[in-house]
């Protein structure tokens, strides 16, 4: 152990000079020799047959290498994958080129490969496409009307899966809401929000045909199942892929998908024998980027005269687009396990109809699916103050888990583990001066002045970590080594894109060896060097990453233990460890004289 701990100390983050110097590489930086650029046609309409592409005039123009439509591309490459696989989901295959038709206004049509960007998208002007454009339908609640127009014509109607969450039965609900003095309804909306991170998506793909081996250089927060999915679609084999993350300028789960062009620069690498870049502009961001939020819902609560929460039931309608990305069909079911919030109800009841749409696909954005939840209760629990006439800090106290009810099972299944959620408001109050913002609101009000107080609470599911509920993944990786040098290499199978891993794993490891944070590195975003990892995402990389990290450090220095007590002739538990050197009386050992045992390996013990 440290003896002036890292953690919880106020530091300057390691990584940060170089990035505010400029001097960061993140994909855009990137110029492997011979490198050739991509640009995308994208369609201007929503929804549309595609007739005659004519690319001979972009073909002819100077610089230009290529021009591939979906006939030359598709059935080279897989279809976009899709990980979450709800009962009766119905998913049309997404081609990383579009055919026949187009379904969403910015849906790739068309790709030029140039020798530079601007020869690339200046081709794009020369590329002429036909279209017929047909009916679309962008309102989730239009688009379940009989004689709607069809998103995809072939699955019948424009329904997606239909997904239920239920305490217990209908008649438990039925049952609370005829207990109830008042139910309480309203119609929430989730406007569709669209990610705008400050570095936009970005790919360098490299292929070797004398190693048979690709490398993709992509902006990305989960390199590693991009390396498990992508073979699926350009017929790579994992272990001739190497997926780099370098510097990822934001994310917030944008990035957390494999996306067309991901694909197509690799195919195009593979052949024509040359790296292939694209850069994603801003304008392709807000069209082909995927979007958040969108769902309608409908809302009722049963409540008794004093606020008491009995039951809530809802029927929500989520917006999924055009297509299903990776976690798209997921999200809305998310917003169904944190519907109560941090409330006691005793029943819930939650429909969802996913429903497809002439847009871009829906996906994780900014805690996908949870702060839907967070603020549909929040909002019904102001009407229901309002309603009642009941403090709407009252209301929430009053309905809230005691702290001695923890570890608590929610109306929707899952366990809160632990919580004070009375004292946290008590000290949120506390903390803005709650009465004094009361009193500053009734004067602003006797002067005709609008003046607007609020509270909300917030609970969420965090880290996604191994569980009953998560049967598949949710672990993490990590790796912890002593250089012969001492120095120390920390390497994760989390991949930052802002959130500053490598100070907060070095702080870590720096406490728990007793080591200066300068002599650590963290390596991450590299697949060559992680072997796998489950990545950033779902505020989980301190919790599961920081935590596996920490584990590679007890097996460490347990492992030293046992050589510091080989050579110090004593048993291994009767030394003391602190400050990076295991002890006993006057004689004591560090890392440099361990490392360098260990190394050599000429006085070390069996196993």
Not at 66 to 81: E, L, M, S, W
Not at 235 to 257: D, T, Y
Not at 520 to 537: C, E, H, K, Q, S
Not at 582 to 601: C, H, M, R
């Amino acid at each position: 152990m440290s003896a002036t701990p890292y953690v919880g100390r106020r530091m300057k983050r390691v990584e940060d000079p170089r990035l505010i110097t400029g001097i960061a590489s993140y994909v855009d930086d990137l110029r492997p020799a011979g490198l050739l650029h991509a640009a995308f046609v994208r369609s201007p309409h929503a929804h549309a047959r595609v007739g005659r592409i004519n690319v001979d005039a972009a073909r002819k123009m100077p610089g230009v290498v290529g021009v591939f439509i979906g006939a030359d591309v598709n059935a080279k490459c897989g279809t976009v994958p899709c990980t979450s696989d709800l009962p009766g989901l119905k998913a049309p295959a997404h081609t990383v080129l579009a055919s026949d038709r187009v379904y969403f206004v910015g849906h790739a049509v068309a790709v030029v490969v140039a020798r530079d960007r601007y020869a690339a998208v200046d081709a794009l002007d020369l590329i002429d496409v036909e279209y017929e454009p047909l009916p679309v339908v962008t309102d989730p609640e239009r688009a379940l009307e009989p004689g709607s127009p069809l998103t995809h014509p072939h699955l019948g109607d424009n329904i997606a899966f239909k997904w239920s969450l239920t305490t217990g039965d209908d008649k438990e609900i039925d049952r609370l809401f005829e207990q109830a003095d008042r139910i309480i309804k309203q119609r929430i909306v989730h406007q569709r929000l669209t990610p705008m991170a400050m570095e936009p998506r970005g790919v360098v793909a490299s292929y070797s045909r004398g190693d048979q081996a690709l490398t993709l250089w992509t902006s990305t927060q989960i390199p590693h199942l991009i390396r498990t999915l992508l073979p699926g679609m350009i017929g790579v084999p994992e272990n001739r892929m190497r997926i780099v993350a370098p510097e990822v300028g934001g994310g917030f789960g944008s990035k957390l998908n494999v996306y067309i062009e991901e694909a197509l620069c690799s195919h195009l690498s593979m052949r024509l024998n040359a790296p292939v870049k694209w850069m994603e502009s801003r304008r392709e961001n807000a069209a082909s980027t995927i979007h958040g939020r969108d769902q309608l819902a409908s809302y009722e609560i049963a409540v008794k005269n004093d606020g008491r929460l009995l039951a809530v039931k809802t029927k929500s309608i989520s917006d999924l687009g055009s297509y299903l990305q990776l976690l798209t069909p997921a999200i809305p079911t998310l917003t169904g396990l944190m519907l109560t919030g941090c409330y006691k109800f005793q029943a819930v009841r939650m429909d969802v109809t996913g429903v497809y749409t002439n847009k871009m696909s829906t996906d994780a954005y900014r805690g996908a699916g949870r702060p839907e939840a967070t603020y549909a209760i929040e909002r019904m629990l102001d009407v229901v103050s309002n309603e009642l006439k009941v403090d709407a800090i009252h209301l929430r106290e009053m309905n809230f888990p005691k702290p001695s009810e923890f570890p608590f099972l929610t109306a929707c299944g899952l366990y809160y583990d632990s919580g004070n959620y009375q004292g946290a408001l008590k000290e949120a109050k506390k903390l803005v001066k709650w009465n004094d913002l009361l009193k500053e609101r009734r004067r602003a009000r006797e002067a005709g002045k609008l003046f607007g107080v609020g509270v909300s609470t917030y609970v969420e599911i965090c880290a996604l970590g191994p569980s009953k509920a998560m049967a598949a993944g949710g672990w993490e990786w990590g790796c912890v080594r002593i250089e012969f040098s001492a120095k120390v290499t920390v390497i994760t199978g989390s991949t930052p894109h802002g959130q500053g891993q490598e100070t907060s794993f070095a702080q870590l490891v720096g406490d728990k060896l007793g080591v200066p944070m300068e002599d650590i590195v963290v390596l991450r975003g590299d697949t060559n060097v992680a072997p796998y990892g489950r990545d950033t995402y779902g505020s989980r990389t301190t919790v599961l990453g920081g935590t596996a990290i920490l584990m590679c450090v007890d097996k460490l220095v347990a492992k030293a233990r046992l050589l510091a007590g080989h050579i110090l002739e004593t048993a291994p538990d009767k030394l003391t460890f602190e400050n990076g050197r295991f002890s006993i009386g006057d004689k004591s050992l560090g890392w440099p004289e361990l490392a360098a045992q260990s190394y050599v390996a000429k006085n070390i013990p069996p196993g």
